[in-house]
């Protein structure tokens, strides 16, 4: 009887214990019901991806940038859905799309997650090649205690507190530091500069700062090429930290509606790039890219040119780009 006794005394303190920590649990849910905890340091809130910090961030974009993580999405990712992920399956929809009927079918549909260029070829709505990979379908993201939404007139809104909606960010039009708001256009023009042509990039911000555009023989393929430069979203205090990257894109001709993203090889070579900086007078910076390639790509490739910390003077520099179906290895 007596050891009946006290393992009934060792159990029910036990039980307490285990109820505690479930409510304890089921408290935790309650309060923050939208939020999925995916590692320490990034979670998915109201949809969009929550970094702990500016680190966290900088960590996950520095895997994503690689092209040789195209075919494999991180770990902290496998069950978030990217905004670029949103843009591909569309544009693999966009195949089957054969008359005129389906074509204003299509349009309805997708008219504002992405954008349908006068040639019928499609783009992004909002932000850039490099936020897409990070964004959710309605270009947002939250980074320590900012929350960034690229908009779809391209613009950049950064807050602090509660979630907006997108008709409350369409209320924001400028910058507020004390109340912890900020405000970016994002431009879509870019310097045309060919070989050996400088583009100066003295107010840096979130662009295209060199681009062209290549055909082949017959004109059924089209291989876009540009150089990037993005800001850091939502390090507003210091001086902004700019990351630089090439994309390479092909699109085929279809025979219906124009142009569509076509899954091809991309090959880089020679890619020689300078930055001129103020630090301590004038500074250099440089990138150097001898031979790179990667297969069976199916959307943009991103080059990651690595990060610039401060004011740049000029940029210029040269690559040779070039994919399956435009064989002329363009100098760009």
Same mark, same amino acid.
């Given at each position: $009887?007596?050891?009946?006794?006290?393992?009934?005394?060792?159990?029910?303190?036990?039980?307490?214990?285990?109820?505690?920590?479930?409510?304890?649990?089921?408290?935790?849910?309650? *309060?923050?019901?939208?939020?999925?905890?995916?590692?320490?340091?990034?979670?998915?809130?109201? =949809?969009?991806?929550? #970094?702990?910090?500016?680190?966290?961030?900088?960590?996950?974009?520095?895997?994503?940038?690689?092209?040789?993580?195209? &075919?494999?999405?991180?770990?902290?990712?496998?069950?978030?859905?990217?905004?670029?992920?949103?843009?591909?399956?569309?544009?693999?929809?966009?195949?089957?799309?054969?008359?005129?009927? %389906?074509?204003?079918? #299509?349009?309805?549909?997708? %008219? @504002?997650?992405?954008?349908?260029?006068?040639? %019928?070829?499609?783009?992004?709505?909002?932000?850039?090649?490099?936020?897409?990979?990070?964004?959710?379908?309605?270009?947002?993201?939250?980074?320590?205690? #900012?929350?960034?939404?690229?908009?779809?007139?391209?613009?950049?809104?950064?807050?602090?507190?509660? &979630?907006?909606?997108?008709?409350?960010?369409?209320?924001?039009?400028?910058?507020?530091?004390? @109340?912890?708001?900020?405000?970016?256009?994002?431009?879509?023009?870019?310097?045309?500069?060919?070989?050996?042509?400088?583009?100066?990039?003295?107010?840096?911000?979130?662009?295209?700062?060199?681009?062209?555009?290549?055909?082949?023989?017959? =004109?059924?393929?089209?291989?876009?090429?540009?150089?990037?430069?993005?800001?850091?979203?939502?390090?507003?205090?210091?001086?902004?930290?700019?990351?630089?990257?090439?994309?390479?894109?092909?699109?085929?001709?279809?025979?219906?509606? *124009?142009?569509?993203?076509?899954?091809?090889?991309?090959?880089?070579?020679?890619?020689?790039?300078?930055?001129?900086?103020?630090?301590? =007078?004038?500074?250099? @910076?440089? #990138?150097?890219?001898?031979?790179?390639?990667?297969?069976?790509?199916?959307?943009?490739?991103?080059?990651? $040119?690595?990060?610039?910390?401060?004011?740049?003077?000029?940029?210029?520099?040269?690559? &040779?780009?070039?994919?399956?179906?435009?064989?002329?290895?363009?100098?760009?």
């Amino acid at each position: $009887m007596e050891k009946k006794i006290s393992l009934r005394c060792l159990i029910l303190p036990l039980l307490g214990i285990i109820s505690i920590a479930s409510c304890k649990k089921d408290a935790n849910n309650i *309060g923050n019901p939208n939020e999925k905890l995916l590692t320490n340091a990034v979670s998915i809130e109201n =949809g969009y991806l929550k #970094f702990r910090d500016q680190k966290a961030f900088d960590s996950l974009v520095n895997i994503l940038i690689k092209p040789e993580n195209l &075919h494999v999405k991180p770990r902290e990712l496998q069950k978030f859905k990217s905004y670029n992920d949103v843009y591909l399956e569309i544009n693999k929809e966009y195949e089957n799309v054969n008359t005129n009927n %389906s074509f204003d079918d #299509f349009k309805n549909k997708y %008219s @504002q997650i992405v954008e349908i260029k006068s040639d %019928s070829s499609l783009t992004y709505k909002f932000g850039t090649p490099l936020s897409a990979l990070f964004t959710n379908s309605k270009g947002e993201v939250k980074i320590g205690d #900012f929350t960034t939404v690229y908009t779809k007139d391209q613009r950049m809104v950064s807050y602090k507190g509660q &979630h907006k909606n997108e008709f409350e960010v369409g209320t924001i039009s400028k910058t507020d530091q004390s @109340q912890g708001i900020f405000v970016k256009n994002l431009s879509e023009s870019y310097t045309n500069a060919k070989s050996n042509q400088t583009a100066s990039v003295e107010s840096t911000t979130t662009r295209a700062v060199k681009s062209a555009l290549f055909y082949n023989e017959d =004109g059924k393929r089209r291989l876009f090429v540009d150089v990037w430069v993005d800001e850091t979203p939502t390090d507003w205090v210091t001086y902004p930290i700019s990351r630089y990257y090439c994309t390479s894109r092909q699109e085929l001709k279809k025979t219906f509606g *124009g142009w569509r993203t076509n899954e091809t090889d991309y090959y880089f070579n020679n890619l020689n790039y300078t930055w001129t900086l103020t630090t301590g =007078g004038v500074g250099f @910076q440089y #990138f150097n890219l001898a031979s790179y390639s990667v297969q069976g790509v199916y959307g943009p490739v991103l080059i990651d $040119m690595g990060t610039i910390g401060d004011k740049i003077i000029l940029f210029q520099g040269t690559g &040779h780009f070039t994919s399956g179906g435009v064989p002329n290895t363009p100098v760009f």
